[in-house]
């Protein structure tokens, strides 16, 4: 990271690095998630599974990685790396990956912040360095301008020392911008910042890919049956298997 970055994050809470991405590789990505798409629930390739039902403004898939080869490139992009290895003082790993499908009217309501403290996601800085216990880049692969209801924050909320005031529905919560961000980009927030998205007003359908690092040490995220299979570490390099923390069967 540069001074800048250091400061915006530290700051903002999250940053916005463009063209991480080839266009070969976004192209990947969405020919396999334009085949999960079209694919029936008890098809899918364990443990890819539905995260919650699905419905007409939405479909939310845990354990994305393993679904397809194709995205096993977004686990060590370097400039998402360098950024992940440094707000966690060089102590993560891969902790759980996800994907949200988005079509008219859909949204993801408003959640996190500073206040209360969260024993998984909290964030501090002193001493000119920063510690973020889980952060996450988000990958936008398709149509993720503000009217598809792209990743939306509320800047600083991350430090905050007092609980929000509003609602989780995006439209209550004057504080919220939009991060509007092409296919290649890539949006890396610590999870301590109030988050969600702005709602989807165009009916296109938006598609972004989530990876999630926590420090080395913190249990995986359950809620929504995240979890790695076995073998998975086979089919990675070993620089990737060294930030999924896995070994080789």
Not at 24 to 53: F, G, H, T, W
Not at 116 to 128: C, E, I, R, V
Not at 223 to 246: C, M, N, W, Y
Request: net charge neutral; glycine share 8%.
């Amino acid at each position: 990271m540069n001074d800048e970055q250091r400061y915006l994050f530290d700051v903002q809470g999250y940053l916005v690095l463009k063209n991480v991405l080839s266009p070969e590789a976004v192209k990947a990505c969405n020919a396999a998630l334009s085949r999960i798409e079209a694919m029936p629930a008890e098809q899918y390739p364990d443990p890819l599974l539905l995260a919650k039902p699905r419905d007409k403004t939405e479909l939310y898939l845990a354990n994305i990685i393993e679904a397809d080869p194709a995205f096993y490139p977004l686990i060590d992009v370097p400039e998402v790396v360098d950024v992940i290895r440094e707000v966690s003082l060089g102590l993560f790993r891969l902790n759980h990956t996800y994907a949200i499908y988005r079509w008219g009217e859909g949204f993801t309501p408003l959640h996190m912040g500073g206040y209360p403290l969260h024993p998984k996601a909290t964030y501090s800085s002193q001493n000119g360095q920063m510690f973020s216990l889980l952060t996450k880049a988000v990958f936008p692969m398709l149509n993720h301008g503000t009217e598809d209801g792209c990743f939306a924050v509320i800047p600083g909320s991350h430090k905050a020392i007092f609980r929000r005031p509003w609602g989780a529905h995006p439209d209550e919560n004057p504080g919220l911008i939009p991060l509007p961000a092409g296919p290649g980009d890539a949006v890396i927030f610590t999870e301590a910042l109030a988050h969600g998205s702005v709602v989807n007003k165009s009916g296109r359908p938006r598609r972004t890919v989530y990876l999630c690092y926590s420090v080395g040490y913190m249990p995986d995220w359950t809620k929504l049956g995240l979890h790695f299979s076995p073998g998975f570490a086979d089919k990675l390099t070993p620089a990737q298997r060294e930030i999924v923390r896995l070994k080789v069967d």
